[in-house]
């Protein structure tokens, strides 16, 4: 890997210079385990000469044990598989509920998961689309409308449709929603440009009103739509004591449902052509299907996934079949959306198992964007901080967090240079699962450490303004612009203020846990193997393997995304539904640190129990608010409730 650790030291951020640096050292990011021959830097986890320890690459299912004695090749689901087969189908977060001593834990516990976790592992992720597909079988309501008003234009063709004003968008409601959305979804997701949509297509609408077949309505309409999402988020209090925060309002009928009806009944359009708008209009529907039902539930899957897969096939067409200038704006525009795509696709099919469309295959053609022109007419420097660095360094964990799970739980080989690694890898990586009877539950050492090795790069390449300190991981970025002025940001297990939310420009909260989460997110599932091997194989664990459970431990407490602000803010965060899957899988390893002797003597001596015991309130908090809309949270919550009586609220245990 070249050296990336420099390119991002520079003082002076606010030279377009040092922009550039940090753009090309974010694209010359290796994410791929094409170097685990070559001499690496040890990772966190790792003791000198730990990279050499070699361990046997078989072992017999009937020879390791549990604490408790029980051997785990005793232990079998009545009908289940192989457990060297059983993952075959299932995403990583799903995997824990195959881990033999969970599964034999549920069983002594009496918990009736164990019947649906034996068709986990028959069926494997599908599982839970069609348990979700059976709580929404349908989709959002059609009879929620705008009362439109016809307008005549002169000059205007007869035996068209009138276009229309819609009363309730007057000029200042249309502008409010408009900074709403370029605040809050633009600001993670920059798929327009601000100046562009405010002088081609807002002007457009205002001047001539709202037409059936014009791309500036579908557009405007989208964006007003998630604008009033936003700012009914921003405007709505919660209430002390409940820490449920999710929205008031139904599932069935969420803010900005008619508007967005109203662009619904004209995306017909949208769906004959294959230009850049119509990438925008996809993914924004998208959006109008999942940001806005503050989770999105997976029977809605069916709706999103078709917008977001089709986004992806127009957007591949357009770039494959178009002589596109890359150093032009509209080239930049492109590359945003190209790289919006790619990044939706790729957390839908590492969380959902979903298939891919291959527009991951053009990575190495389109570039990552500079974002160059999005804010001509304001303050540029500070502006692209807080929305291209994000979602840039959003790209490159992205890219590492996908060769993370190829290569530690799907086995697969993504070395492109062969001569340059050594056959012990190819052999082994081709055929090894983690958290499997397979060679220990975990991967060869080798891999672990690259990956902590480029995790660690990540995190060092971050600029100024994205960085944090390990025990100050809690604080925002110091102090920050919010909509009301300066205000000193961080993140809280409870709200700063009663009854109200404090709201940052450019949704710097949201983006700012959604990266750390992220990175914490990584972390853990590189040394989550180990936890496995603790569980089943204790009496093989080591000084290294020990460090490594610490790190693992540590990384899955108190994620930014469970605390407050974001807590209050559940319909901005994106991929809310995934979330809660990874947090079941958390609060069970947790729990089997009070049952499992080594694992819970690792916890209480290296752990902060205080940290743990807060890290699974506020994720119980999340699973029970994501439970009123989506079936696969009830199905969670339904196993991990009994686990935490202690924790519940009063009523909840019955």
Same mark, same amino acid.
């Given at each position: 890997m070249?050296d ?28 791929k385990?094409?170097a ?9 986890c790792?003791t ?5 320890v ?16 029980t ?12 457990? +060297? ?9 799903h ?9 034999? @834990? %549920? ?5 009736n998961?164990?019947?649906d976790?034996?068709?986990i ?41 009138? +276009?229309v ?10 502008s409010?929603?408009?900074?709403q959305?370029?605040?809050?979804y ?15 297509h807002?002007? *457009? ?13 579908i ?11 936003a700012?009914?988020?921003h ?17 069935d ?7 967005f ?16 708008? #119509? ?5 924004l529907?998208?959006?109008? %299907?999942?940001?806005r039902?503050?989770?999105v ?7 999103f ?7 992806s096939m ?12 890359? #150093?032009s704006? *509209?080239?930049?525009l492109v ?6 795509c ?7 099919? %590492?969380?959902?198992?979903l ?23 304001? #303050? ?5 901080f ?14 590492l967090?996908?060769s ?12 492109s240079r062969?001569?340059?690694?050594e056959?012990?890898?190819?052999n ?10 397979? *060679?220990?539950?975990i ?15 990540w ?31 961080? @993140? ?12 940052y420009?450019? #949704?710097?909260?949201?983006a700012?846990?959604q990266l +750390?989460t992220?990175y ?5 599932m590189?040394?989550?193997p180990?936890?496995? /091997? ?8 080591? /000084? $290294? ?9 540590e ?11 974001p ?8 991929f809310? @539904? ?9 609060? %069970? ?6 049952e499992?002797?080594l ?9 902060s129990?205080?940290?743990v ?14 439970? $009123?809309?989506d079936a ?14 202690d ?8």
């Amino acid at each position: 890997m070249k050296d990336v650790l420099n390119a991002l030291c520079a003082n002076d951020l606010t030279k377009d210079k040092t922009l550039i640096e940090i753009l090309e050292s974010l694209q010359r990011l290796e994410t791929k385990v094409d170097a685990i021959g070559l001499p690496s830097t040890p990772s966190s986890c790792q003791t000198p000469g730990s990279a050499a320890v070699s361990q046997p690459r078989t072992l017999p299912v009937e020879s390791p044990a549990v604490s408790d004695g029980t051997a785990v090749g005793k232990y079998t689901i009545e009908g289940s598989a192989d457990p +060297r087969k059983a993952y075959r189908h299932v995403t990583a977060a799903h995997k824990v509920l195959l881990w033999p001593s969970i599964g034999k @834990f %549920l069983i002594d516990a009496g918990n009736n998961a164990i019947v649906d976790i034996q068709q986990i592992e028959e069926e494997g992720t599908p599982w839970f689309h069609r348990l979700d597909l059976a709580k929404h079988p349908e989709s959002l309501a059609v009879d929620t409308h705008l009362s439109s008003t016809p307008i005549s234009l002169p000059g205007q063709n007869p035996t068209l449709p009138k +276009r229309v004003r819609f009363p309730a968008l007057d000029d200042g409601t249309m502008s409010r929603y408009v900074l709403q959305y370029f605040d809050t979804y633009n600001a993670l997701y920059p798929l327009l440009d601000k100046e562009d949509f405010w002088n081609d297509h807002l002007r *457009h609408v205002v001047q001539f009103g709202f037409g059936d077949s014009d791309f500036s309505s579908i557009l405007c309409l989208l964006v007003l739509a998630l604008g009033k999402v936003a700012d009914n988020v921003h405007s709505s209090g919660y209430t002390q004591g409940h820490p449920s925060s999710s929205p008031s309002d139904s599932p069935d009928d969420p803010p900005g449902l008619e508007i967005f009806n109203a662009a619904r009944k004209r995306l017909g359009f949208a769906f004959s052509g294959c230009t850049l708008e #119509n990438v925008q209009i996809l993914l924004l529907s998208r959006y109008g %299907l999942s940001f806005r039902l503050a989770l999105v539930p997976l029977g809605l899957s069916a709706d999103f996934w078709r917008f977001t897969v089709t986004a992806s096939m127009t957007c591949q067409a357009y770039i494959q079949c178009t002589s596109i200038d890359w #150093n032009s704006h *509209h080239g930049d525009l492109v590359r945003r959306n190209y790289w919006t795509c790619n990044l939706i696709e790729n957390w839908y099919h %590492l969380d959902l198992d979903l298939p891919q469309t291959g527009i991951n295959d053009l990575e190495a053609e389109v570039a990552l964007p500079y974002l160059g022109d999005q804010y001509r007419n304001e #303050n540029p420097d500070e502006e692209r901080f807080h929305v291209q660095l994000p979602f840039l360094a959003m790209i490159a964990i992205r890219q590492l967090t996908t060769s993370a799970h190829a290569a530690i739980f799907d086995g697969e080989q993504h070395c492109s240079r062969g001569d340059d690694v050594e056959a012990d890898w190819k052999n082994i990586a081709i055929t090894s699962k983690a958290e499997s009877m397979d *060679h220990y539950g975990i991967p060869p050492i080798r891999v672990i450490a690259e990956l902590s090795r480029q995790l660690d790069n990540w995190r060092a390449v971050l600029p100024g303004p994205l960085q944090w300190k390990e025990k100050e991981d809690m604080v925002l970025t110091g102090i920050v612009e919010t909509m009301g002025g300066l205000k000193p940001a961080f @993140f809280s297990p409870v709200p700063q203020l009663s009854g109200s939310r404090t709201n940052y420009r450019y #949704n710097i909260d949201i983006a700012t846990a959604q990266l +750390r989460t992220r990175y914490y997110y990584a972390r853990f599932m590189i040394h989550r193997p180990f936890v496995y /091997k603790a569980l089943h194989f204790p009496h093989l664990v080591n /000084k $290294q393997d020990i460090e490594c459970i610490v790190t693992c431990l540590e990384s899955a407490l108190g994620w930014p995304i469970i605390m407050y602000p974001p807590k209050a803010k559940k319909r901005l965060v994106p991929f809310f @539904f995934a979330w809660t899957q990874n947090f079941m899988g958390i609060l %069970l390893i947790l729990r089997m640190s009070l049952e499992n002797n080594l694992l819970g003597r690792i916890s209480r001596e290296r752990i902060s129990q205080e940290k743990v015991e807060e890290t699974v309130r506020l994720m119980l908090d999340w699973i029970r608010d994501a439970k $009123q809309v989506d079936a696969v949270a009830v199905w969670c919550w339904n196993i991990v409730r009994p686990l935490y009586p202690d924790l519940l609220l009063p009523g909840e245990l019955n």
